[in-house]
């Protein structure tokens, strides 16, 4: 099982920008299909971005022009770059480890809280 320990999340203003962490362990993150999801309270958990293991990237999400997903392969981290926060970014954030094909179960870890306010 894929071990994922999120970082960076924090109460800003709008307009700011955040960059999310993810350190993965026990398997090379370039071995691995990476996603960042995202839950806003009270609602349901949405897919952002992924990248899979040759570093093609794909978004999922409105606005995703705000989004930035990378990885640096040195750490074995997995981040998650937020542009012109709005109140609406405001959600615990997941990332989230699947097999190379990005097929089968994910593993999570246990999130990182943003909050933007206006």
């Known amino acids: 099982q894929v071990r994922l320990v999120e970082s960076g999340g924090d109460s800003v203003q709008a307009g700011g920008s955040l960059t999310l962490s993810c350190l993965v362990s026990?398997?090379?993150?370039?071995?691995?299909?990476m996603y960042w999801f995202r839950q806003p309270p009270g609602m349901e958990r949405e897919r952002v971005a992924l990248?899979?293991?040759?570093?093609?990237?794909s978004y999922f999400i409105d606005d995703k022009d705000r989004f930035t997903i990378s990885r640096d392969n040195t750490k074995n981290t997995l981040y998650l770059r937020i542009h012109n926060l709005k109140p609406e970014d405001t959600a615990t954030y997941y990332c989230?480890?699947?097999?190379?094909?990005?097929?089968?179960?994910?593993?999570w870890g246990r999130g990182t809280e943003v909050t933007v306010s206006s």
């Open positions: 026990r398997f090379r993150i370039d071995d691995l299909c």
């Open positions: 990248l899979n293991s040759i570093g093609d990237k």
């Open positions: 989230a480890a699947r097999g190379m094909h990005c097929t089968g179960d994910y593993d």
